[in-house]
């Protein structure tokens, strides 16, 4: 009698496991393809906010329910002339200004001016006490509705909207991205666990006014 009381739960546990873990894989599915996702940092374009093979992880949600905001570091899918092979690929830039913003270099002090207040951008790469400068050139723009200015950390080694500005002679339209490209927001930087790190928007980008594109 002990035998077959001891051995019928171990049966049903075995014949419960596949329904649990298939419904533990469809969970983990949902979950990457809606709500979290992984992305490892490929190139140096945000050292040292992001160094090469750096490991984050991606709120795919949030834009459902409010718009990109300056500061914020987002993966997206990359314009067709911003890839190095045909094939899509996701890039990570900051978020410098949003639709109807105007973005420029730069102040008496050398820093970028959205909507006439200048950013301290302390985050921009930095090796050996010598910072990158926060732009290659000068610059004077309006972001179209609609699309994102994105810059890396790494200003010298990112190919990001100044460069795309800069080849396509002013074409804001290669120069930026679609708000519909991006795939969500890195909010934490979970590996190497040496350097995890919360990716909050710096204080800078709190004093900017909404942009009148004037």
């Excluded at 050996?128 to 723009?141: H, L």
């Excluded at 100044?162 to 490209?181: F, P, Q």
């Amino acid at each position: 009698m002990i035998d077959e009381q001891t051995d019928k739960p171990r049966s049903s546990f075995w014949k419960e496991l596949p329904i649990l873990l298939g419904v533990a894989l469809l969970v983990a599915i949902l979950v990457r393809t809606f709500v979290l996702q992984t992305f490892y940092i490929p190139s140096p374009s945000m050292e040292h906010t992001l160094n090469v093979y750096d490991r984050v992880l991606v709120n795919k949600l949030v834009y459902n329910f409010r718009d990109p905001a300056r500061g914020e570091i987002i993966v997206f899918e990359a314009p067709e002339g911003w890839r190095s092979t045909p094939k899509g690929e996701d890039f990570i830039k900051r978020i410098i200004g949003v639709g109807g913003d105007r973005v420029m270099c730069c102040d008496a002090q050398g820093r970028l001016q959205v909507n006439g207040v200048s950013l301290d951008e302390p985050y921009i790469y930095s090796e050996n006490g010598v910072q990158d400068p926060p732009a290659s050139t000068e610059f004077d723009i309006v972001v179209p509705d609609g699309r994102l200015w994105v810059m890396g950390d790494h200003r010298s080694q990112s190919g990001d909207s100044l460069e795309h500005w800069t080849t396509s002679d002013g074409d804001m339209a290669k120069s930026t991205i679609s708000e519909e490209a991006v795939v969500g927001r890195a909010f934490v930087l979970f590996w190497p666990f040496s350097r995890v790190d919360w990716l909050s928007a710096p204080e800078t980008f709190e004093q900017v006014p909404s942009g009148s594109g004037g």
